[in-house]
């Protein structure tokens, strides 16, 4: 069992950057994938970045590559994703989940996930 704790959402202006971090209580943290996922009232969830266990490979939506950068530190069980040039359409609550295996995109092959953090950017 992985519970998994956002932080650092909050209120920028369009053009401005915030840091999320999500914080993992299981001692086996480094053995797995994480995630960031966010979704937009009336949308679907949607993948924004991943990284693997070693934090050797990342992987990025379209829409938030050369912004956002997702990175982990497993000797605090911690996975961020700094974002910068925040446009509007960002604005979303944003999720940090966890999966064992290979790397993915899909929201459906995470297995925990946090309650998520509300990102919000003002034009």
């Known amino acids: 069992q992985v519970q998994l704790v956002e932080s650092g959402g909050g209120l920028v202006q369009a053009g401005g950057s915030l840091r999320l971090s999500c914080a993992a209580s299981a001692r086996t943290f480094s053995t797995y994938i994480m995630g960031w996922f966010r979704q937009a009232p009336g949308k679907e969830r949607e993948f924004v970045a991943a990284?693997?266990?070693?934090?050797?490979?990342?992987a990025y939506a379209d829409s938030v590559k050369g912004r956002f950068t997702i990175s982990r530190d497993n000797a605090k069980n911690t996975v961020y994703l700094q974002m910068n040039s925040l446009k509007p359409e960002d604005t979303a609550v944003y999720y940090c989940a966890a999966k064992v295996g290979l790397i993915s995109m899909r929201s459906s092959r995470y297995e925990y996930w946090g309650q998520g953090t509300q990102v919000t950017a003002s034009s």
């Open positions: 990284i693997t266990q070693s934090g050797g490979s990342t």
